[in-house]
């Protein structure tokens, strides 16, 4: 069954630091990865996602995410963090039964500081 | 376009008392799912439905019951509340596994 793993709960950065945001997936195929961001009292927003189209996917507000299959990790970074980055994280991956659900992740909340 | 709208935003129980949260989309997507979000876990899906007239389990149902109205609605059901499912609800609806899903703005619902 797909699955995947975020490292962190908190991730704290200086503001123009790198971002780094940590996430494994388990799947047994070719997985559909997905990075979506929540800012506070809000829904989920897409960021980017992998379809196999091309290993290195860039998305929205800057940040990218690399597909490592031998790693089985779908990484988002971004080179320089601003405080509007400030918000929760999440990796989600596609079962592959029918119901096309997203299976999430715990989540990264990203503190941003001045 | 409106995407997925939930009601309501905001929801007080009482334990013992039922509740309906309603989602509607616009996207004409077939696939619609309810999940609940507290700290620390993520998103946990409790049910799904994979077409008009097709709903299914899923991590997390029990204490629940949906209902796919029509293509657009799906109803999530609480017949009896109690402080275990104080939470964030979020419905969402997408159309393939490789593309995005959409979701509501959430309820917060408070079962005290």
């Known amino acids: 069954a797909q699955s995947v793993t975020q490292l962190g709960s908190h991730v704290s950065v200086s503001e123009g630091a790198l971002v780094l945001l940590r996430c494994n997936y388990s799947s047994s195929v070719p997985p559909y990865l997905f990075w979506y961001v929540q800012y506070p009292n809000q829904g989920l927003q897409l960021l980017l996602k992998y379809t196999s189209a091309a290993t290195l996917v860039k998305g929205i507000n800057g940040f990218e995410a690399e597909f490592k299959k031998s790693e089985t990790s779908f990484h988002l970074t971004k080179p320089s963090a601003h405080m509007s980055d400030a918000a929760e994280y999440f990796c989600a991956v596609t079962g592959m039964d029918s119901s096309y659900k997203l299976i999430f992740g715990s989540g990264t909340r990203l503190l941003v500081r001045p | 376009n409106a995407g997925v709208t939930q009601t309501p935003k905001f929801q007080v129980l009482k334990t013992g008392q039922s509740m309906t949260l309603q989602c509607a989309q616009d996207m004409n997507h077939n696939s619609m799912y309810w999940y609940r979000q507290d700290p620390g876990m993520g998103l946990r899906l409790i049910y799904y439905?994979?077409?008009?007239?097709?709903?299914d389990k899923g991590e997390v149902p029990n204490g629940y019951n949906v209902s796919r109205l029509n293509k657009r609605e799906f109803s999530l059901r609480l017949e009896s509340a109690a402080p275990s499912q104080t939470s964030v609800y979020f419905c969402?609806?997408?159309?393939?596994?490789?593309?995005?899903?959409?979701f509501g703005q959430g309820t917060r619902l408070t079962v005290v």
């Open positions: 969402a609806s997408r159309t393939d596994r490789d593309t995005e899903a959409f």
């Open positions: 439905s994979a077409s008009e007239g097709t709903t």
